[in-house]
């Protein structure tokens, strides 16, 4: 593999992976390696076919923040592609092929995402990655993927620059930020009323991200903007920022970022007595944002998300109860989207199983199958890829807190 000096004196320093095959497992800060060797895998069973006899180890990578302030977003989405690679653990056997699931901790960090990235490419028996969960680290942990040619399908990494690069192995079953930012200010302009807004963010690649879109819907629309201001994430005290917006007097404010840095923002602007709307995207979608910002403080905060709302038919109430009683999770942010990016997934390497006379596939074939991906019937979402790697089907939804609740408003049109 490329860099094998690299990945050897990286791998020494690191601690030991936990593969999940049908079993939860917690998750350390660092990025972790799989059967505890640098570059070397362990030499592969032989594939018998037709289920009996051994059986030949194929991995899938879920990778995300499992820890941290971002760790909803990873964590969740690791829970719903668990509980889907389950559910095939045993089709798969029949083809002669033991399934085995990766977890791994991005720390939603672009640097990180690259030493996983590494770690992963130089582990043979890994055939694709879901994930990665955020977009600054799917960005750079793509780069990564694409000299090897291994696959990666995300639930929820919604910058349009990620498939804007064109590399062949990025893909993702969510919105991008420039369909979820362009719908939310049609919405806060058409359903809320809104005339003049305050647009602020986190200067990283998501928050940004759909700030810009957010910007430039409003000014097509003729919404006046008072301000555009960037923040550091992480901060306690955003109140120099504040007293500025108050002073410009908007109807909504809208904060480009995630809960943990919404709540604050959110709490301290009620304080200093802003009454209008806040607005954001799925990074807000985290009962966090309600603990930190107070119940009452969270009324009128409207946020957009890529999912949708997952109990809303009689058959998706009955897979949050199948989900949680096997599991013992709750349904979170990311679970559905994890299930189903996972089930692409799965569906990509048995045709390249397929395809390949019923042997082990090479990481391209199975690259060639997921992105050929169509009209696949997701639990949650439909999917087909277009040459970028982005979902047809992917829509934008709009919730908001109420009482200290999550409510589900409808899809974003």
């Known amino acids: 593999m490329k860099k094998q000096k690299t990945l050897s004196i990286?791998?020494?320093?690191?601690?030991?992976?936990?593969?999940?095959?049908?079993?939860?497992?917690?998750q350390s800060s660092a990025p972790q390696q799989n059967n505890g060797g640098g570059s070397a895998a362990p030499a592969p069973q032989q594939n018998s076919g037709g289920g009996g006899g051994a059986t030949e180890k194929l991995v899938i990578a879920v990778v995300g923040p499992m820890s941290g302030q971002y760790s909803d977003y990873g964590s969740t989405a690791?829970?719903?592609?668990e509980y889907a690679l389950k559910e095939k653990q045993e089709a798969f056997k029949q083809l002669g092929?033991?399934?085995?699931?990766?977890?791994?901790?991005?720390?939603?960090?672009?640097?990180?995402?690259?030493?996983?990235?590494q770690m992963l490419i130089s582990n043979a028996d890994v055939v694709g990655v879901v994930g990665h969960a955020t977009t600054g680290a799917s960005i750079t942990a793509a780069a990564q993927y694409d000299q090897e040619k291994l696959v990666m399908v995300s639930p929820s990494a919604t910058g349009s620059d990620l498939t804007e690069q064109g590399k062949k192995i990025v893909h993702r079953i969510c919105a991008r930020d420039d369909q979820q930012g362009s719908k939310a200010a049609v919405y806060a302009k058409n359903q809320l009323g809104i005339k003049t807004a305050f647009i602020m963010h986190d200067k990283a690649a998501y928050g940004q991200g759909l700030a810009d879109e957010v910007k430039k819907q409003f000014e097509k629309d003729g919404v006046q903007i008072l301000g555009y201001e960037g923040v550091t994430a992480g901060e306690k005290d955003y109140s120099a920022i504040i007293n500025q917006i108050l002073a410009t007097k908007p109807e909504m404010i809208y904060f480009g970022g995630y809960y943990s840095d919404a709540g604050i923002i959110v709490k301290q602007a009620r304080e200093k007595g802003f009454k209008g709307v806040f607005m954001g995207g799925d990074g807000y979608d985290s009962a966090d944002l309600v603990k930190i910002a107070g119940a009452d403080n969270a009324n009128n905060v409207v946020f957009t998300s890529t999912v949708g709302d997952v109990g809303a038919t009689e058959e998706g109430k009955k897979w949050i109860t199948d989900f949680e009683s096997s599991t013992g999770n709750k349904v979170g942010i990311f679970t559905s989207f994890g299930y189903d990016s996972m089930g692409v997934m799965l569906n990509g390497l048995e045709e390249a199983?397929?395809?390949?006379?019923?042997?082990?596939?090479?990481r391209e074939q199975v690259l060639d199958a997921v992105?050929?991906?169509?009209?696949?019937?997701?639990?949650?979402?439909?999917?087909?890829f277009n040459d970028k790697g982005d979902n047809e089907f992917a829509s934008v939804y709009v919730y908001k807190y109420e009482n200290g609740q999550k409510v589900y408003i409808g899809e974003a049109k």
Do not use: W
């Open 10 to 26: 990286l791998a020494a320093t690191v601690a030991l992976g936990t593969v999940l095959a049908g079993c939860g497992g917690g």
């Open 353 to 362: 199983i397929k395809a390949n006379g019923g042997k082990k596939p090479s």
């Open 371 to 384: 992105h050929k991906t169509k009209d696949f019937k997701g639990k949650f979402v439909n999917v087909t």
């Open 78 to 81: 690791k829970a719903g592609a």
């Open 97 to 117: 092929f033991d399934i085995q699931l990766l977890a791994q901790d991005d720390q939603a960090d672009p640097k990180q995402g690259v030493a996983v990235a």
